[in-house]
Nanobody, 122 residues
Framework: QVQLVESGGGLVQPGGSLRLSCAAS????????MGWFRQAPGKEREFVAG????????DYLDSVKGRFTIARDNAKNMAYLQMNSLKAEDTAVYYC???????????????WGQGTQVTVSS
């Protein structure tokens, strides 16, 4: 059983940046996909970004392409989400997730963190 712990959330002004980190309690090398999801109040949890085991494949929600970058460090058992040019509509709880198989749907992911709040407001 792998535990995932997110950090790095907070309050940021529109146009600002945040870097989310996800620390795993065990090896993430076994996971073909590490992903980030988000859930805003009253909305469904949605896929934001995913990265394959080697980093050769990355996928993003259309609305964050060019602004967010996902990364992983298998040696450190960490995943990251660099978020730039943040907008008010990016406000949500962000969750780190891990999956044995590659995929971008919520159902594909096997392990989840508790989430970290990101609030974009002036």
């Amino acid at each position: 059983q792998v535990q995932l712990v997110e950090s790095g959330g907070g309050l940021v002004q529109p146009g600002g940046s945040l870097r989310l980190s996800c620390a795993a309690s065990g090896s993430i090398f076994i996971f073909n996909a590490m992903g980030w999801f988000r859930q805003a109040p009253g909305k469904e949890r949605e896929f934001v970004a995913g990265i394959s085991r080697t980093g050769s494949t990355r996928d993003y929600l259309d609305s964050v392409k060019g602004r967010f970058t996902i990364a992983r460090d298998n040696a450190k058992n960490m995943a990251y989400l660099q978020m730039n040019s943040l907008k008010a509509e990016d406000t949500a709880v962000y969750y780190c997730a891990a999956a044995i198989r590659w995929g971008t749907t919520r159902e594909n992911y096997d392990y989840w963190g508790q989430g970290t709040q990101v609030t974009v407001s002036s």
